[in-house]
């Protein structure tokens, strides 16, 4: 048993024992070169096509849609780079709308694009961090090539109407990208039903191992490469593949697909503990949406007048782990540009405080870890000491 709470698993989820124990062969008996054309290679590669059947049963695609990544932000810069790669190669439109509160990892590249004389467009999303499909579609122009939009916030758990902007992309032959990472094991990813362009993922959110992530590329679409080596994954990724975490994120995707209504119906309920429990106390408000139109399991508040990072370090020292905003960020360089997107106060934002369940979580410790959280939220609301605003806050 922990002798912890871990309540973050929306920054990173343990590894599933299911998918150590198939990983571990490719690690220590199985440990081909899938390019290699003896034996051991050729065991390499049969491991590789069946974790692509797995990944791509799971995201509804065919094996040959699917290729295998370093992570997750690989996976998104591939796609928006490698895309307008092949959108400056062939003459068509340099113009990219997405929004203000994507993950870094498709900001990033979003910011190069413009560098590089590219025209970006941020979508305004309401104060539930949900964007305008007229605004979208009154921004499109016969210049727009690629609409970059995540299905799932990380830090708010907002879902976005991701079917409906796959539409609107589609029927106007828009390029459509999206961010998927924090999506697999809590909803349905249907590639058969939402006409999505391309699609990334990561295996560390959904209990393979960090260090492995998917690309999703429709048939058709095309994407130039941005990195040349070996022409590994048709030189999508180049390199020698990471065998037993691809294996890994075959096994997990496997487990994702079969457990989605099982752990969904879980998830929801300590969801629905947790925000009932936490909102409570008047000192503490949910941000982002409602529970129907946000990530299962995913829980995010504003705690007036104190600070994130007091409130996480508060909770670990009484054995809970949350996270203020995004992991991925450094500490107290920009709180949350989504929370500021959103129309979020300087001082609300950081206030904020992310708890996110997993498959691990059991309602009787979420129930001890609401009280716990619970306990600091009020006594540190209020008593906390926020810091000044930045001047280009
Ligand atoms: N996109 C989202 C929504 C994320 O939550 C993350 C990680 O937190 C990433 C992208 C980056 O994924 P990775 O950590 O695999 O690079």
């Not at 249907?190 to 999505?196: H, L, Q």
């Not at 600070?307 to 909770?315: D, K, T």
Request: proline fraction near 4%; include cysteine.
């Amino acid at each position: 048993m922990a002798s912890f709470i871990y309540l973050d698993n929306s920054a990173t989820t343990k590894v599933r024992d299911e998918v150590c124990e198939a990983m571990r062969p490719y690690l220590c008996d199985k440990w081909g070169n899938p390019s290699s054309l003896h034996r051991l290679g050729y065991q390499a590669r049969t491991a590789m096509s069946k974790a692509r059947e797995q990944a791509a049963q799971l995201i509804g695609a065919t094996p040959d849609e699917v290729y295998f990544t370093p992570c997750g932000t690989f996976s998104n810069n591939m796609a928006l780079l490698g895309r307008a790669q092949f959108v400056e190669a062939n003459g068509m439109g340099r113009h990219l709308i997405t929004t203000c509160i994507e993950h870094t990892s498709s900001l990033g590249p979003a910011k190069h694009l413009m560098s590089r004389g590219w025209k970006v467009s941020h979508l305004h999303v309401s104060d539930e961090g949900v964007v305008d499909l007229e605004e979208l579609k009154s921004i499109i122009s016969g210049e727009t090539s690629i609409i970059s939009l995540m299905w799932a916030n990380n830090e708010v758990g907002t879902v976005q109407p991701v079917e409906e902007i796959a539409k609107i992309a589609a029927e106007r032959n828009i390029y459509f990208h999206s961010d998927a990472i924090q999506v697999p094991g809590k909803l349905k990813i249907d590639m058969a039903r939402t006409p999505v362009s391309s699609l990334s993922l990561s295996g560390h959110k959904f209990y393979a191992p960090k260090g492995i992530g998917l690309l999703y590329v429709r048939k058709g679409m095309d994407i130039a490469p941005i990195l040349f080596g070996g022409g590994q994954e048709h030189g999508i990724s180049p390199g020698t593949e990471s065998l037993s975490n691809i294996v890994a994120i075959g096994a997990a995707a496997e487990l994702a697909h079969n457990e989605l209504q099982h752990n969904t119906a879980h998830l929801r309920a300590i969801q629905k503990l947790l925000i009932e429990k936490l909102t409570a106390s008047p000192a503490v408000k949910l941000s982002g949406t409602c529970m129907e139109s946000r990530l299962p399991g995913h829980v995010s508040l504003i705690v007036e007048g104190t600070v994130g990072e007091q409130l996480v370090v508060e909770a670990d020292l009484k054995g809970v782990c949350i996270s203020s905003v995004s992991a991925c960020k450094q500490v107290g360089k920009d709180p949350s540009h989504v929370l500021a997107c959103m129309g979020l106060k300087h001082e609300q934002v950081i206030g904020s405080a992310r708890i996110t369940a997993g498959r691990f979580n059991t309602l009787e410790e979420c129930d001890k870890a609401a009280e716990i959280l619970l306990e600091i939220f009020t006594k540190r609301a209020g008593a906390g000491n926020p810091a000044p605003a930045p001047a280009n806050v």
